[in-house]
């Protein structure tokens, strides 16, 4: 229970810690309490020393002769009885010692060091003591009870007010903090590709800072969002037009005689049209995915079986025309997979380009490729394509996924693709909601997708 307790207490000043670290909220109530002790500090100090300069020279006098009249009250011999009477509609406490008479108005009080010092008191408090004509000495103080009951009462209410603003200052700095929360919230949205809806602005006639912050941004995120609608309509518009003459370009080529002296031109034309037409079909569907209203065609897939024919189209586009030499794929695939709600076309293509990159980069000698799918907790399910090749340096697998990132070393133009194939897939998991990571397996890439339980 101890180190438990030790646990929580650790673990709440770290909170605390943080939060006045990095939170504004909590800096401006902290800086607005110790700004509030520091005024009630001085105004205190500054009341004390006046007070004080009064007593000097005002108060002191007047007390002195009050305390005269009492000691002359009390009489000599000093009288008990009197003394008494005053202690019960006064807030005193009497003590008289002498001779003949030691006596104590409240007993069951703490006596003060100077009432009872055989030194006698401090000069400050001399005025407080008399000397009557028997040589009895009567000393005058503060009742401890009468003293403790306001005193109290009033320092509960003052800790009640203070913590009462305290309180009263977070709600207003929260609230006047506020938009802070609205112009995060659309920063994310923004960065997310979501420009529907503009960050609110409080008080549009009349903005604060916060409001033209709000609106400076939303102004920011309406010409991202057209530069970005630009760039789409006009690559679409390319990607289009580009396909009729690409189209006619590989009719007339293929009608070119099949000579000698024709056909490896012919040939390298062919696969240069080709990677034209791939690049042209990927920078479409990359478009189509990357728009926040991307729309899959989901229907009930059996994963494996998909894996497993993406393998034969790709062992049979690889094998040589006689059948031979067609690439090995090491394949691990659950015996029983439930029907996932999946865009089958979309999953084609994520299948199709992971294999194809580890193919691509698998060396002769090497261990061949290796896909697998894995069941995971919750419904989801994990698909893993590892090659064995020379992989990449650390520093380039965080852009592995990206846009036209080829790797400077093992994986360039001779090696095929123009850095859209880990793009669209990446864009392909996103889409069915799932997630994309790449890592270095030594040797050799291991791509892991989690695509998550589909909720309709």
Request: net charge positive; hydrophobic share 45%; charged share 20%.
């Amino acid at each position: 229970m101890k180190f438990r307790g030790l646990k929580f207490c650790v673990m709440a000043h770290r909170r605390a810690k943080h939060a006045l670290a990095h939170s504004l909220r909590v800096k401006l109530v902290a800086l607005f309490v110790v700004l509030a002790l520091t005024m009630a500090a001085a105004f205190t100090f500054g009341m004390q020393a006046a007070i004080g300069a009064s007593w000097r020279a005002v108060a002191k006098p007047l007390l002195t002769d009050y305390v005269d009249r009492l000691a002359a009250d009390i009489g000599s011999p000093p009288s008990t009885a009197k003394a008494l009477a005053l202690t019960e509609h006064l807030p005193l406490s009497i003590r008289i010692s002498g001779p003949q008479l030691n006596w104590r108005s409240h007993p069951q009080e703490p006596e003060l060091d100077w009432m009872y010092d055989d030194h006698g008191p401090g000069e400050e408090y001399k005025f407080f003591q008399r000397t009557t004509a028997d040589g009895h000495r009567v000393q005058f103080g503060i009742s401890v009870q009468a003293w403790n009951q306001k005193p109290r009462f009033i320092g509960w209410v003052t800790l009640t007010t203070l913590l009462l603003l305290t309180w009263v200052a977070y709600k207003w700095v929260r609230r006047m903090l506020r938009p802070l929360d609205d112009i995060r919230a659309g920063a994310l949205r923004f960065g997310a590709g979501d420009f529907a809806q503009n960050i609110p602005v409080r008080h549009a006639h009349h903005p604060d800072e916060l409001g033209e912050l709000a609106a400076t941004i939303n102004t920011m995120g309406t010409d991202i969002h057209q530069m970005l609608e630009a760039k789409r309509t006009l690559l679409l518009a390319i990607s289009h037009e580009l396909r009729s003459p690409l189209t006619r370009a590989r009719l007339n080529t293929e009608l070119l005689p099949e000579s000698t002296e024709v056909q490896p031109n012919r040939e390298a034309l062919l696969r240069d049209l080709a990677l034209m037409r791939d690049l042209v079909t990927d920078l479409l569907e990359s478009e189509r995915l990357a728009s926040p209203h991307a729309a899959l065609h989901r229907e009930a897939v059996d994963l494996p079986a998909l894996v497993r024919d993406v393998v034969c189209e790709l062992q049979i586009a690889h094998a040589q025309p006689d059948g031979s030499g067609a690439p090995s794929i090491n394949t691990t695939l659950p015996a029983a997979l439930p029907r996932l709600p999946l865009d089958p076309t979309r999953m084609r293509l994520l299948v199709r380009n992971l294999l194809d990159n580890a193919l691509r980069h698998s060396h002769e000698g090497s261990a061949a490729p290796r896909i697998e799918v894995q069941p995971l907790a919750g419904g989801a399910v994990q698909i893993i394509v590892r090659d064995f090749g020379p992989g990449v340096a650390d520093d380039q697998i965080p852009h592995l996924g990206q846009p036209f990132f080829r790797p400077d070393a093992a994986r360039t133009r001779e090696g095929g693709g123009v850095g859209l194939g880990l793009y669209l897939c990446r864009l392909v998991a996103q889409a069915h909601g799932g997630s994309f990571a790449v890592r270095n397996a030594q040797p050799g890439l291991e791509i892991v997708v989690v695509l998550p339980p589909h909720k309709a």
